[in-house]
């Protein structure tokens, strides 16, 4: 059986983001401590640590920071500060095993930029992105800009350059312009052109059209629609997949009794699933078909139709 490292370490390694890379160092650090200090002088440390194994979409303040600054303290003989002790109060459990599998699976998906599971707009916007690179206004543009300021300074590991980020509400981390630093010069001009051209930057000489995108953040579930993209908000957007996903963390209530009604919708939401394959191959429509659901799942016959909708969506 694995160890409890082991186990934290395995976690921390299917996570996104190369996660591991960044907090494996601490997790390892977290359990020797727990060796050599006991149970009892880590146990401040406990929902900080569960915290560590999460998607970091659903952290609410950076955690890993106060994680290090618990262990350091501990590690040199400290009792943590009151204000480190309030704060730790404050936290309340990560969200449930379930919900934070549904997450990583979205987070490793937006890692690589696709949103092919919750949106309808590949051919949309491979059609945009392929017109944006071959525009002769935006090829000179980027030309006069790479020959004002060296770009190395400005692009991050992968080669990128993005431009200010603007956040829920319409608030925006960075909006003044300081145009004795440099940086903010470059910011400012490179912030117009992404304007001008519809991108979230560029990728050494690729643009980075934007996209219609949903992500998660740890407060709600957000919906970004570009100025340009022409909406259909039936064929743009898989509701059922973003219905899903943002159901994923909502709080439950919890109870022995909910818990078992809860398994039996689960198995009569994979029994509706083959009685609707068997419906479809004995050609049944409307009444018949319902019918003919209804008796397999032992349901009455005047069973609402939305219910059995709700079980398919449910699981």
Not at 30 to 50: I, V
Not at 186 to 206: P, S, T
Request: overall charge positive; glycine content about 4%.
């Amino acid at each position: 059986m694995a160890s409890p490292l082991q186990q934290d370490l395995a976690k921390l390694k299917a996570l996104a983001y190369r996660r591991h890379e960044h907090s494996e160092d601490d997790i390892r650090r977290y359990h020797a401590l727990l060796k050599r200090k006991g149970p009892e002088a880590m146990a401040p440390l406990k929902t900080l640590r569960r915290w560590m194994l999460v998607p970091v979409t659903l952290w609410p303040i950076h955690i890993q920071p106060v994680f290090v600054a618990c262990m350091d303290a501990i590690e040199s003989g400290k009792a943590l500060d009151q204000e480190m002790e309030f704060l730790i109060a404050q936290l309340h459990e990560p969200p449930r095993e379930d919900a934070c599998h549904v997450v990583a699976e979205h987070e490793r998906l937006v890692w690589k930029g696709g949103y092919e599971s919750l949106v309808n707009t590949a051919a949309k916007f491979d059609s945009i992105q392929k017109d944006a690179e071959l525009n002769p206004d935006f090829l000179r543009e980027w030309k006069e800009i790479k020959a004002q300021w060296d770009m190395k300074k400005f692009t991050d590991s992968k080669g990128i350059i993005r431009r200010s980020l603007t956040g829920e509400r319409n608030l925006r981390a960075r909006f003044w312009v300081e145009w004795s630093d440099p940086k903010d010069r470059f910011q400012a001009v490179f912030d117009l052109f992404c304007h001008r051209w519809n991108l979230y930057g560029m990728e050494k000489e690729k643009p980075l059209v934007m996209k219609l995108s949903v992500n998660l953040t740890a407060y709600g579930t957000m919906i970004f629609i570009p100025a340009y993209w022409s909406f259909d908000a039936k064929r743009d957007v898989r509701w059922d997949a973003v219905t899903k996903l943002h159901r994923a963390r909502a709080l439950k209530k919890q109870g022995e009794g909910l818990a078992e009604n809860a398994a039996k919708r689960r198995s009569d939401s994979k029994k509706l699933k083959k009685l609707d394959a068997e419906a479809k191959k004995l050609k049944l429509r409307g009444e018949a078909r319902h019918a003919f659901l209804c008796k397999g799942l032992g349901m009455d016959e005047r069973t609402d139709p939305k219910r059995l909708a709700r079980l398919r969506r449910e699981f």
